[in-house]
């Protein structure tokens, strides 16, 4: 991570394209909280990277002013993982949702938690496919009634499973399957409390390893949480252990309490720093007399 002695301000961080969510949308409040996150780390916007996939958050690397790539669903962590190998010193963002980070993305989770890269996952999740119109994604509520769902017998079944339509599907629990995946740092903040989630930010992009911070950040257009997340997110206990796995693991469990909070934090050698100690102590195994005869066995 490279800072900066410059005093940035918001306005300086803007690009000059315009966010187009609506209003409302819970990603204002992240974008928001990420300027202010910058600033207060005084990152070198310069050495700052921006990854996305597909989807409303998707559209975020074009709306700071800093590098960013908009790549396809669900690949956003492969990309970002390119990047900071490829230039270690810059401070990777990862912006995601729920439907890229835990649908078609979630297959990427468990290797980018193995490999513990200097990456922050910022996944926000509204329970919905917003930017296609409003249908059920992995982290909806099995009774969520959407346009896009099927009817069964005139009634609209919510998310259905395909060999039994009276099956509702269960919603995946993103804390908890990171927690499993042992992810370095598992965090979940609240879009419309703006000071917890800066707070929770810029502690994900200090700890060294692999970040991930579920953000709640409802859609006002398809599935509007505001009312229920406002009623049940409470702060973690005050005797909360965010090295106790354990703890973490029976509390992200809880999900009749919002919990927001630094659910799990463990400190490990990342994978940049991994690759460069393999890289400036080459094995003897690989020095060039080790291969010489084999590569003149292929001579002949």
């Given at each position: 991570?490279?800072?900066?002695?410059?005093?940035?301000?918001?306005?300086d961080?803007?690009?000059?394209?315009?966010?187009?969510?609506?209003?409302g949308?819970?990603?204002?409040?992240?974008?928001?909280?990420?300027?202010?996150?910058?600033?207060?780390?005084?990152?070198?916007?310069?050495?700052?990277?921006?990854?996305?996939?597909?989807?409303?958050s998707?559209?975020?690397?074009?709306?700071?002013?800093?590098?960013?790539?908009?790549?396809?669903?669900?690949?956003?962590?492969?990309?970002?993982?390119?990047?900071?190998?490829?230039?270690?010193?810059?401070?990777?963002l990862?912006?995601?949702?729920?439907?890229?980070?835990?649908?078609?993305?979630?297959?990427?989770?468990?290797?980018?938690?193995?490999?513990?890269?200097?990456?922050t996952?910022?996944?926000?999740?509204?329970s919905?496919?917003?930017?296609?119109?409003g249908?059920?994604?992995?982290?909806?509520?099995?009774?969520?009634?959407v346009?896009?769902?099927?009817?069964?017998?005139?009634?609209?079944?919510?998310?259905?499973?395909?060999?039994?339509?009276?099956?509702t599907?269960?919603?995946?629990?993103?804390?908890a399957?990171?927690?499993?995946?042992?992810?370095g740092?598992?965090a979940?903040?609240?879009?419309?409390?703006?000071?917890?989630?800066?707070?929770?930010?810029k502690?994900?992009?200090?700890?060294?390893?692999?970040?991930?911070?579920?953000?709640?950040?409802?859609?006002t257009t398809?599935?509007?949480?505001?009312?229920?997340w406002?009623?049940?997110?409470?702060?973690?206990?005050?005797?909360?252990?965010?090295?106790?796995?354990?703890?973490?693991?029976e509390r992200?469990?809880?999900?009749d309490?919002?919990?927001?909070?630094?659910?799990?934090?463990?400190?490990?050698p990342s994978?940049?720093?991994?690759?460069?100690?393999?890289?400036s102590?080459?094995?003897?195994?690989?020095?060039?007399?080790?291969?010489?005869?084999?590569?003149?066995?292929?001579?002949r």
């Amino acid at each position: 991570m490279i800072t900066t002695d410059v005093k940035y301000k918001v306005s300086d961080l803007k690009s000059d394209v315009k966010p187009i969510w609506c209003p409302g949308c819970g990603d204002f409040g992240v974008l928001s909280a990420v300027f202010r996150a910058i600033i207060d780390l005084q990152l070198d916007p310069s050495h700052l990277a921006i990854i996305s996939g597909i989807g409303c958050s998707g559209r975020f690397p074009a709306f700071v002013n800093a590098y960013g790539f908009h790549g396809i669903h669900g690949r956003a962590l492969p990309l970002a993982t390119g990047t900071k190998l490829a230039n270690p010193e810059l401070t990777v963002l990862v912006a995601g949702g729920d439907g890229d980070a835990f649908s078609i993305g979630a297959g990427h989770l468990p290797h980018a938690a193995r490999r513990n890269i200097d990456l922050t996952y910022v996944v926000m999740d509204n329970s919905i496919y917003g930017l296609t119109k409003g249908q059920p994604s992995a982290t909806s509520p099995s009774d969520v009634l959407v346009q896009s769902t099927v009817k069964h017998k005139g009634r609209r079944k919510g998310t259905v499973g395909l060999l039994n339509l009276a099956q509702t599907l269960e919603p995946v629990n993103p804390i908890a399957m990171a927690i499993g995946y042992n992810i370095g740092f598992v965090a979940r903040a609240f879009s419309a409390r703006p000071k917890e989630l800066n707070e929770i930010l810029k502690a994900a992009v200090l700890h060294r390893g692999f970040s991930l911070v579920q953000v709640i950040s409802p859609c006002t257009t398809f599935f509007d949480t505001y009312d229920l997340w406002r009623e049940i997110a409470e702060p973690l206990p005050e005797d909360h252990d965010p090295s106790d796995r354990l703890l973490a693991f029976e509390r992200a469990l809880e999900t009749d309490r919002g919990y927001m909070g630094i659910f799990y934090r463990q400190e490990r050698p990342s994978f940049e720093d991994q690759v460069a100690k393999l890289v400036s102590q080459p094995s003897d195994a690989f020095a060039p007399t080790a291969i010489a005869p084999l590569l003149d066995a292929f001579r002949r």
